[in-house]
């Protein structure tokens, strides 16, 4: 009988899928990176507990064009400034992403708060545009020239916090307490330049980064990157406290709750 494909893959292929997802380092993304203060209140105001504001309300928008073998991804992601317990790092709001794959690992491991979008970064000459968009609507647009170069800086970790949950099968809160997860991300680059721009939010019902004003721009780089990650489980995280931040990650609250379509039980 031909092989069944749906049916339990062997040790070895287990094995092979173990090995190839540690092969991260070595791919380089191309990436417009945006830095910000904004109001405190609101940083405030997106932090789930036990996430706290740090001593600077700052927002870091990262668009990256990912050389992927095969797959060229575009991966965006909108993130505040927090601290859980003495670590510092970004809360991401949104990750948009150009594949289906990038998305899926991502939400379903660490508990990233990924949706698929259009995420362009575009260098033509001096001139450089990076953009996220989703609906129609590109929430997110950096827009400006290279101005000078930018000395390397050394190879550094930076850590991103995420909430890994899974909404309860009644439609009340979660079939499990949720979970902090940190993840800790080591990047090196090979090219840093500095952009002299400007970053446009525009409004949108599905993704409200506009609610996150540029008060202040600390400032844009392009640069070249590549980067390794891991993650851990940190702490298990009261539902009650998480459930009203749930609707940051969709589209529509209530389509957690959306019953299969007929024939799909």
Same mark, same amino acid.
């Given at each position: 009988?031909?092989?069944?494909?749906?049916?339990?893959?062997?040790?070895?292929?287990?094995?092979?899928?173990?090995?190839?997802?540690?092969?991260?380092? $070595?791919?380089?993304?191309?990436?417009?990176?945006?830095?910000?203060?904004?109001?405190?209140?609101?940083?405030?105001?997106?932090?789930?507990?036990?996430?706290?504001?740090?001593?600077?309300?700052?927002?870091?928008? +990262?668009?990256?064009?990912?050389?992927? /073998?095969?797959?060229?991804?575009?991966?965006?992601?909108?993130?505040?400034?927090?601290?859980?317990?003495?670590?510092?790092?970004?809360? /991401?709001?949104?990750?948009?992403? +150009?594949?289906?794959?990038?998305? +899926?690992?991502?939400?379903?491991?660490? $508990?990233?708060?990924?949706?698929?979008?259009?995420?362009?970064?575009?260098?033509?000459?001096?001139?450089?545009?990076?953009?996220?968009?989703?609906?129609?609507?590109?929430?997110?647009?950096?827009?400006?020239?290279?101005?000078?170069?930018?000395?390397?800086?050394?190879?550094?970790?930076?850590?991103?916090?995420?909430?890994?949950?899974?909404?309860?099968?009644?439609?009340? $809160?979660?079939?499990?307490?949720?979970?902090?997860?940190?993840?800790?991300?080591?990047?090196?680059?090979?090219?840093?330049?500095?952009?002299?721009?400007?970053?446009?939010?525009?409004?949108?019902?599905?993704?409200?980064?506009?609610?996150? /004003?540029?008060?202040?721009?600390?400032?844009?780089?392009?640069?070249?990157?590549?980067?390794?990650?891991?993650?851990?489980?940190?702490?298990?995280?009261?539902?009650?406290?998480?459930?009203?931040?749930?609707?940051?990650?969709?589209?529509?609250?209530?389509?957690?709750?959306?019953? /299969?379509?007929?024939?799909?039980?």
């Amino acid at each position: 009988m031909a092989r069944v494909r749906y049916g339990a893959r062997t040790e070895r292929e287990i094995a092979a899928t173990r090995t190839a997802s540690t092969r991260l380092p $070595g791919i380089w993304s191309t990436a417009t990176v945006a830095v910000w203060e904004t109001a405190p209140d609101a940083v405030a105001a997106v932090l789930p507990p036990p996430l706290k504001p740090t001593g600077s309300p700052l927002v870091r928008v +990262t668009v990256s064009k990912v050389d992927l /073998p095969g797959h060229p991804l575009g991966a965006g992601s909108v993130a505040v400034a927090a601290v859980h317990g003495t670590v510092e790092g970004w809360y /991401p709001l949104v990750m948009p992403m +150009t594949s289906e794959r990038a998305l +899926t690992g991502g939400r379903e491991v660490f $508990g990233e708060p990924k949706k698929l979008g259009e995420v362009t970064v575009e260098r033509d000459g001096l001139v450089v545009r990076a953009s996220m968009a989703r609906h129609g609507i590109a929430f997110v647009e950096i827009r400006g020239t290279v101005s000078g170069q930018l000395p390397l800086p050394e190879p550094a970790s930076k850590t991103d916090f995420y909430f890994k949950c899974l909404p309860a099968v009644n439609g009340s $809160g979660f079939d499990a307490d949720p979970v902090l997860v940190h993840c800790v991300r080591r990047e090196t680059a090979r090219r840093l330049e500095r952009i002299t721009g400007e970053v446009v939010l525009r409004e949108s019902v599905y993704d409200p980064v506009a609610d996150l /004003p540029v008060l202040r721009l600390r400032d844009i780089t392009f640069g070249e990157k590549t980067s390794d990650q891991s993650g851990r489980v940190v702490e298990r995280v009261e539902a009650q406290a998480l459930l009203p931040y749930l609707h940051q990650r969709y589209d529509d609250p209530l389509q957690v709750l959306d019953a /299969p379509p007929e024939g799909g039980r």
